[in-house]
């Protein structure tokens, strides 16, 4: 990858005044710096680690993912995946198949570097190796310019700013996202003879957990010959999640062989009334709180909403007094949540109800049809859990009866 580096000779690469200043490079800031170099301008983004790295995720690609993905970008699957395996805390298991793919699985370090890459060819500048402290506004919030910090002391003066940071992220703390639901996510990435991962390809298994809103999951990343096993519950009960992901494994014969890697992190959903724009600053994906509150798929998120940040913050770069500002801003947060908003609403609707009567979502997607379809239909990006919701009595009426 032909990025900047922060010790290279010359110039520092983030002097002059850049349209947009992009801040990490995941999936949501990658689409952001794409979305707003390929309109010309003139875009830094910056990453406080090196590509490739390492990335704590199950790497599902589901059709809303590919669809937002740059034209010609290649996805460097590892399997496609057209068969899921159920099971309700390990037991009454049964596999659905689908013709047709459901979706792919990646690592996110091939992932993540191809999209860098995409920005990069756009005209994007990429320089990594820089650690971002924080925002300041020049002469206020209606300022025509904001500096974005770094740890080692340096300023990059942006017209207008993404903040794509992660979960943790400083520029959403200086937006002002609030949380209402935090969860930890634990995964161990385990390689397995040839012989294991040939039995794993193309199916994935979903177990729904035995803590609240718990489940399991196994993506086999067949090329590489490792299966990614992990696991997702409500933060608070952070010794019974790791009991959950030990059992897990041991229960799907695994426990014999040692992971490669074994990490967590915290995966937080956004309050519906909380900020996503301050001044000159957006935010995007996971710094914004964006993912599926019931499934926690996060990557669709971080693209789509990457994207929007990209394009609106080109708006945001040209607007013309604090005022111009401020409805650039909120048009991005009106196209956020008339999109990415709706479906959050319908996935908390799905994690109450699935919370109380995990068995009846067991058996609606094992026994009815309707339900394993609209399934299928939602990870290959033909609708969403909200438009299910809308336009399916019986899906309302299970929620319902779940949610009892």
Not at 60 to 88: E, N, Y
Not at 107 to 115: G, K, Q, T
Not at 203 to 218: K, N, Q, T
Request: charge should be neutral.
């Amino acid at each position: 990858m032909e990025s900047t580096d922060t010790e290279a000779a010359g110039p520092d690469p983030l002097d002059g005044v850049w349209d947009v200043v992009v801040v990490g490079a995941g999936p949501a800031g990658s689409s952001a710096a794409y979305a707003a170099a390929v309109q010309g301008r003139r875009v830094l983004l910056l990453d406080k680690a090196e590509h490739p790295r390492y990335k704590t995720c199950g790497g599902g690609i589901i059709g809303f993912s590919r669809d937002s993905l740059p034209p010609d970008f290649k996805l460097p699957l590892q399997d496609r995946i057209h068969a899921v395996t159920f099971a309700l805390n390990g037991r009454f298991s049964r596999t659905r198949r689908s013709k047709r793919m459901l979706f792919g699985l990646v690592n996110r370090d091939e992932f993540d570097l191809r999209l860098v890459q995409a920005a990069e060819q756009a005209g994007a500048v990429v320089v990594t190796g820089v650690t971002v402290t924080g925002v300041e506004p020049q002469d206020g919030e209606d300022g025509r310019t904001v500096f974005v910090t770094t740890a080692d002391g340096r300023r990059a003066e942006a017209r207008a700013v993404v903040g794509a940071d992660g979960s943790a992220s400083r520029i959403g703390r200086h937006v002002g996202v609030g949380f209402d639901q935090i969860d930890l996510g634990l995964e161990a990435e385990i390689p397995v003879p040839e012989s294991v991962s040939r039995a794993w390809a193309g199916r994935i298994h979903l177990d729904w957990g035995p803590l609240p809103g718990s489940y399991g999951w196994v993506f086999p990343k067949t090329d590489s010959g490792t299966l990614t096993v992990g696991v997702i519950s409500a933060r608070g009960d952070g010794e019974r999640t790791k009991e959950y992901l030990a059992e897990y494994i041991r229960r799907l014969g695994l426990s014999g062989f040692t992971p490669s890697v074994e990490s967590g992190h915290l995966t937080r959903c956004r309050a519906e009334d909380s900020p996503l724009s301050r001044g000159r600053v957006l935010v995007a994906g996971d710094a914004a709180g964006l993912l599926e509150p019931w499934t926690r798929e996060g990557i669709s998120y971080a693209l789509r909403s990457g994207r929007l940040a990209g394009e609106w913050a080109v708006k945001v770069a040209e607007a013309d007094g604090g005022a111009d500002v401020r409805r650039q801003a909120l048009n991005y947060a009106f196209a956020v949540k008339a999109g990415l908003g709706v479906e959050m609403r319908a996935g908390k609707v799905m994690l109450a109800a699935f919370e109380r009567r995990p068995q009846v979502f067991h058996a609606a997607v094992c026994l009815i049809e309707p339900a394993w379809r609209a399934f299928a239909r939602a990870t290959q990006g033909h609708t969403t859990f909200a438009e299910v919701m809308r336009d399916h009595r019986a899906a309302r009426k299970l929620a319902s009866i779940a949610g009892r």
